[in-house]
């Protein structure tokens, strides 16, 4: 009785921390939105939200991925070549005599093999993450362009009009995602994550699987971006061998914004999801805002400074 | 009899206004719904604004609007940067359909990836005209391109030519898996089959820049002692091969290319034997004009041909002549003005 009545009361205090490093960026994110909402009134209607959430979707998984492997004390520069990967396979698939169930069944365990054999070679030969994924980017890429040597492929369009209509699905999808994620730290292998990413020979010694949480944490990351390109693929009708190249460094970015650390075990998920939603967010503001694209490059640059940067000084001016 | 003359020659003028509306109906350019009244606002959706193509490529786009400002048709040119990234493009699109423009020019960041949002701004009644890298779908008003095909069929067989139907060659291709650098080596494939004699040693997929072509022909040279032409399948790839034959000290060979200003001097510096056409960046201005033309209920087709102009030894001097009003690492294009535009539009 009073183990059940004493987890609520940590709960909520434990949320609250994790907050705290990133409410400057979801007032900024806040902000970001309602400015694009009064720029353009059509994105609070059905398929102002749909057309919005299909944006941002697969910048939300792969910056999922990619936070997941910095809480663990890793990096991924693979997450674009697995994008890549999970968008050819589903548009050579999908449309074939597997079908869509096929397809995206084979999307999941190419993310989740490509992932752990990545995790299996970093943890287990205790090589630099950034050097392991950096090589399988180029085999993964290799191996996309290999399936598919030029764009082409098809989605049904029954399923491309699914998920990428006129009906936010992909809303829907987001917050999917997010709620897996609550249940996938619930697991023994989610709990560890952040002991191993923070300080891995301590959590070895208090008897964490260390290793099986880092390997996980790679199977998963992949099985995220196989899943982003899936969604691509749906969202274009068509595969393209190269299409997630630029993932690779808008995961990091989104997750780094977010307030997800590169050392392992600091930041959490949220700070990764609101980063990659101002990132998409603004693209669209600063269309509206009819800037030339010249002060797009500026602007985005001090906007993510500045988010950044405001949680440094609203911290130094409550604490003197 | 009176009453039933004016009803017949009603019926006449009812079927004559019939026909009439028919057939201007068929003279409409596709996704024109005639809802839409001048000054129109442009949207471009440019895929990388960096290179110096792309760059020349918008400077014909923004004289085209600043003439048909004048001429009260446009109203804005809104310009989007979609950095490289297919995906930020297909947002930056629906962005632009979102706020209604009347028209828009896209070089596609993928040949398949931006099909769906173009049928969606096609369907709005959008004028889209697609030029130089092309979308597979025919949801668009009008595709305008050189025929790469073509491109690299003709420079393969200038090539064998002029090394007299055999040799060794290496073959400059642009990145893997793009549409145009794909297809340029699709049409020279047959033209090299037909030709046995040749022998390709081997072949280069580096991004369309001098530094990367130069460093991948070096460590070819290094590879092969025996080199008798270049297939270059792109002019900033013929750029570096020139630059990296001189400075490995090695004797120039035939050599095929583009009208990249760099390319064009080192042809004549070198006396090389070459042989370039081009990708003229005026297709960005026509795709403008195209775009009014169609929205002011003219009739545009749906594909617009450009016939690729060829560069050789007999007229490299005229172009040359006009190097130094482009950048040092800018592409001299030839001429354009509305009476070729009105010529290529005729065509059929």
Redesign the interface.
């Known amino acids: 009785m009073s183990a059940a009545g004493s987890a609520p009361r940590l709960y909520w205090p434990a949320q609250r921390q994790r907050n705290r490093g990133v409410k400057g960026l979801l007032t900024v994110v806040a902000a970001f939105l309602a400015l694009y909402a009064y720029l353009?009134p059509?994105l609070i209607s059905v398929s102002?939200v749909a057309?919005f959430s299909q944006?941002w979707l697969?910048l939300v998984l792969v910056s999922m991925a990619q936070a997941i492997l910095m809480l663990a004390g890793g990096v991924s520069l693979a997450i674009g070549a697995m994008v890549s990967l999970g968008a050819v396979i589903a548009a050579t698939t999908m449309a074939g005599p597997l079908g869509v169930a096929g397809g995206a069944a084979l999307v999941m365990v190419a993310g989740l093999v490509t992932g752990a054999a990545c995790g299996i070679v970093v943890v287990r030969l205790g090589l630099p993450a950034i050097v392991v994924t950096l090589a399988a980017s180029f085999i993964v890429g290799g191996a996309a362009?290999l399936i598919l040597?030029?764009?082409?492929?098809a989605i049904p369009a029954w399923l491309?009009d699914s998920l990428?209509g006129e009906t936010p699905v992909a809303a829907l999808l987001v917050i999917l995602a997010v709620v897996l994620w609550k249940l996938y730290l619930a697991t023994p292998l989610g709990l560890s994550l952040y002991a191993a990413g923070e300080n891995s020979v301590a959590a070895y010694r208090a008897g964490v699987p260390v290793d099986s949480a880092r390997i996980a944490a790679y199977a998963v990351s992949g099985l995220l971006s196989t899943c982003a390109g899936l969604f691509?693929a749906a969202?274009?009708?068509?595969?393209?061998?190269?299409?997630g190249?630029?993932?690779t460094l808008n995961s990091i970015a989104a997750a780094v914004l977010g307030g997800v650390g590169f050392l392992g075990g600091r930041g959490a998920m949220r700070g990764a999801v609101a980063g990659s939603l101002l990132l998409?967010v603004m693209?669209?503001v600063m269309?509206?805002l009819?800037f030339?694209?010249v002060a797009?490059y500026i602007a985005q640059g001090l906007i993510i400074v500045g988010a950044v940067a405001l949680p440094e000084f609203t911290a130094r001016r409550s604490s003197p | 009899m009176k009453s039933s003359l004016s009803a017949v020659s009603a019926i006449c003028l009812g079927l004559f206004a019939l026909i009439g509306t028919a057939s201007e109906a068929a003279a409409a350019a596709k996704c024109m719904k005639g809802d839409r009244k001048p000054p129109f606002t442009i949207g471009w959706a440019d895929i990388y604004s960096v290179p110096t193509w792309m760059k020349e490529t918008q400077g014909t786009i923004e004289k085209e609007v600043d003439e048909l400002k004048k001429q009260g048709l446009v109203s804005k040119l809104v310009v989007t940067d979609a950095r490289g990234d297919a995906n930020t493009q297909i947002q930056q699109i629906q962005s632009m359909i979102d706020s209604n423009v009347d028209a828009i020019i896209l070089i596609a960041g993928s040949s398949s990836a931006p099909g769906r949002v173009i049928a969606d701004a096609c369907a709005k009644g959008i004028a889209v005209i697609n030029f130089d890298s092309l979308v597979d779908t025919d949801q668009v008003t009008a595709k305008i391109n050189t025929d790469s095909e073509q491109w690299g069929a003709s420079a393969a067989k200038f090539l064998i030519d002029a090394i007299g139907g055999k040799g060794k060659i290496l073959v400059l291709n642009g990145p893997a898996g793009i549409s145009v650098s794909d297809d340029r080596r699709k049409g020279a494939e047959p033209v090299l089959k037909a030709n046995p004699n040749v022998t390709i040693l081997a072949e280069t997929n580096t991004a369309y820049n001098v530094a990367p072509a130069q460093e991948a022909v070096t460590n070819l040279l290094f590879a092969h002692p025996e080199i008798d032409g270049i297939l270059s399948l792109g002019g900033a790839l013929s750029a570096g091969a020139v630059l990296a034959f001189d400075k490995q000290g090695r004797k120039q060979v035939p050599i095929t290319g583009e009208n990249a200003r760099q390319f064009l001097e080192l042809w004549k510096a070198k006396s090389l034997k070459s042989w370039a056409t081009m990708q003229p960046n005026w297709l960005g201005a026509f795709a403008t004009y195209a775009a009014v033309q169609a929205l002011t209920g003219k009739d545009v087709p749906a594909f617009v041909k450009i016939p690729l102009p060829i560069i050789d030894n007999s007229n490299i001097d005229q172009y040359l002549a006009k190097a130094k009003d482009f950048p040092a690492d800018g592409y001299i294009y030839s001429p354009y003005d509305q009476k070729l535009f009105d010529e290529l539009l005729a065509q059929k």
């Open positions: 353009f059509g102002g057309k944006s697969p362009l040597p030029r764009p082409g492929g491309s990428a691509v969202q274009t009708g068509s595969g393209d061998p190269v299409i190249e630029a993932f998409s693209i669209n269309y509206f009819g030339p694209p797009h």
